[in-house]
């Protein structure tokens, strides 16, 4: 299965988001620049997962994004819902008047669609950004007051 640009560009910025979590607002700009995005495309993304209550946004010099709700209560899959909408390995054609073949090849698209939207909600923003952590060896911007 392959996700859309606009997807990956927004499971990105918004695992960015989460690694912050919960400090001050963070730009647009200051996002793309960090994950080398384009800054016009990932603010209509940004735009997008406001609207869907993954975000909080604040204008002027100290606003930006932040994440609406914490990241262990932000599930991947409705992210990647909310980006890409309805998840499917391959479309295909309707179940009725398959050959068989045709017919096996549908039933195991189906099923790795459900296994993958299985997986995308079991996992939350916090799982993905402490494996993420672990791979990159921990590190993390540390932010000192």
């Known amino acids: 299965m392959k996700v859309s640009k606009r997807?990956?560009?927004?499971v990105r910025a918004i695992v960015q988001l989460?690694?912050?979590w919960p400090r001050n607002y963070v730009q647009s700009k200051d996002l793309a620049q960090q994950e080398r995005l384009p800054t016009k495309f990932l603010e209509s993304i940004l735009l997008a997962l406001r609207r869907g209550g993954f975000l909080e946004s604040k204008i002027g010099r100290e606003g930006g994004y932040k994440l609406a709700r914490a990241p262990k209560d932000i599930a991947v899959g409705e992210v990647v819902r909310r980006l890409e909408?309805?998840?499917s390995i391959r479309e295909g054609k309707p179940a009725d008047n398959l050959s068989p073949g045709e017919l096996a090849v549908h039933l195991l698209?189906?099923?790795?669609?459900?296994?993958t939207e299985d997986v995308l909600e079991a996992m939350t923003l916090e799982q993905l950004v402490e494996y993420v952590n672990r791979m990159a060896g921990g590190q993390q911007e540390m932010y000192y007051i």
């Open 7 to 10: 997807t990956e560009y927004g």
């Open 18 to 20: 989460a690694r912050q």
């Open 85 to 87: 909408g309805r998840l």
């Open 109 to 115: 698209n189906e099923r790795l669609t459900r296994a």
